[in-house]
């Protein structure tokens, strides 16, 4: 008997290649399970490698890194152990084939020694005909001599499932509810490859219920084979695990999220700026959300979903992929870090494009932090620290600040020996001496500040003022660039 009270759940990726969205939000949903409510289950990752030609070396690699990154911890797996291994497939070949074996020992399954060129004319023929694809059965009434001599002779085969001739399958899926299908929809599918590697459709089934899990999931793509593995599941006389399907996380309306057409992966993102915490965070909003007084709870830990989480509050709608949002979250874990861990984050990104070490970062950084949602974007903040980039004039007229090249150079003039007298130049002191000077012109403050911060990065959007910039660049570097700016617009 299964005892759901103690929650075993499991992580199955297939080392094929990067950690896309929807996989690491499967891991995360399973992770979460386990976790919920206050119960200490097990979270299990199981390597499932059974396809070795597209196994893709140094994929495993990413999946240990991605998970530890995102603080997904395992319990049982590979590289930790645990008393219900091995949990690499590709290590369980012989457990396989003793199952196998013994399904058909019961008549649940066959030999079947079909090559591929009859398999596709079979196909060939039925779709001819509009028929359903599916195996014919050719093997299905071989004698016991033939199979015998074919085994006896090395004639290269697979195991099939033998699927009832008649009747329906029911099966319950914690989201979908029940679903019934007919027996003679389902083909009879392979469950031992010519190369002694079960199908994922079997050896899943069987690990599993090896491993006493309490609750699968994975995405809608496996709801079809779910009758199967019931199929499976009632032929050894084991009880059925909770299903949980997933719905797809889309690109958009019609097309599903996928690396395969140039969709971010987890490393992706990664790469482009977004924090660990934040993905994560999305990706659990994609397809679920807290219910009751958490209702409308959208930044959480990791530790607050693990509070939260249910899989009954799973949603069967597929969820889109909204970079926009992201953008939002990501923004919204940076604004909450104190300045000293977003410098700390945001350091690297800086030092891409500004090489100067007398800059004072951690000012850089305060200027930066509320204006910042992807690291990524900091590059392209700070790339006028170092070297004032040319830039059009143009940039000085703004209609909100009421402001033209010709009022600009008069508002230069006017402020450089402002700053030149200033004994501190900090932003303080920058602050009350520009201030001063808008009050004894009587004018309003972009007509002073907007040109101080053209002058001194030559760009419309910028990490801060014209006084932070001031403070950041420094006295000798700022009044410099002032006069460089009033030769610009002097010509």
Not at 306 to 322: E, G, M, N, Q
Not at 343 to 348: F, I, R, S, W
Request: aromatic share 10%; with cysteine; hydrophobic share 35%.
């Amino acid at each position: 008997m299964i005892d759901f009270s103690k929650p075993r759940t499991r992580f199955a990726p297939s080392p094929t290649g990067y950690m896309h969205v929807g996989n690491l939000r499967t891991a995360l949903y399973a992770y979460l399970a386990s976790k919920s409510e206050g119960k200490d289950g097990t979270f299990i990752l199981r390597v499932e490698d059974t396809d070795q030609e597209r196994f893709v070396e140094g994929a495993m690699d990413v999946i240990y890194a991605t998970l530890k990154e995102a603080g997904l911890n395992w319990d049982e797996g590979p590289d930790v152990g645990g008393d219900y291994g091995p949990y690499i497939q590709s290590d369980r070949k012989e457990i396989y084939r003793e199952y196998a074996q013994k399904l058909i020992e019961q008549n649940d399954a066959y030999y079947c020694f079909c090559d591929k060129e009859r398999l596709e004319e079979v196909k060939l023929v039925q779709k001819a005909a509009g028929a359903l694809p599916k195996y014919d059965r050719h093997c299905l009434h071989l004698s016991k001599e033939e199979i015998e001599e074919n085994l006896k002779n090395g004639v290269p085969y697979v195991i099939r499932q033998r699927i009832p001739d008649e009747g329906t399958v029911t099966f319950h899926d914690e989201i979908y509810g029940d679903i019934v299908v007919p027996c003679d929809t389902l083909d009879d599918q392979v469950l031992l490859k010519q190369d002694g590697f079960p199908t994922y459709n079997f050896a899943n089934v069987i690990d599993d219920h090896l491993m006493g899990i309490t609750t699968v999931i994975r995405g809608t793509e496996y709801l079809s084979s779910s009758p199967k593995y019931n199929l499976l599941y009632k032929a050894f006389g084991w009880e059925v695990p909770k299903y949980l399907h997933c719905p797809p996380v889309m690109k958009d309306a019609t097309q599903k999220l996928s690396k395969r057409n140039g969709d971010a992966s987890y490393q992706d993102l990664r790469a482009k700026g977004y924090l660990t915490e934040a993905i994560l965070n999305y990706i659990a909003l994609l397809g679920w959300s807290p219910k009751g007084e958490n209702e409308n709870t959208e930044i959480m830990t990791l530790e607050e979903m693990t509070r939260l989480f249910s899989i009954y509050d799973v949603s069967k709608s597929p969820a889109i992929f909204d970079i926009n949002k992201l953008n939002y979250i990501n923004g919204e874990y940076l604004r909450r870090m104190s300045p000293e861990k977003f410098l700390q984050e945001a350091l690297p990104w800086i030092k891409k494009t500004v090489k100067r070490e007398d800059i004072d970062f951690l000012t850089l950084a305060k200027a930066l932090q509320p204006r910042c949602e992807v690291l990524g974007d900091i590059p392209e903040q700070v790339d006028f620290i170092d070297s004032m980039p040319d830039y059009d004039e143009a940039l000085y007229t703004s209609k909100k600040m009421k402001t033209n090249p010709e009022v600009a150079l008069e508002a230069l003039k006017a402020m450089k020996p402002v700053l030149q007298s200033l004994t501190s130049f900090d932003a303080e002191s920058l602050h009350d001496a520009l201030f001063k000077l808008i009050e004894e012109k009587g004018v309003k403050n972009g007509i002073i500040l907007w040109p101080l911060r053209v002058a001194l990065s030559g760009k419309q959007f910028t990490p801060g003022g014209g006084i932070e910039l001031a403070d950041i660049l420094g006295r000798e570097e700022t009044l410099k660039r002032i006069d460089m700016a009033i030769n610009k617009l002097s010509k």
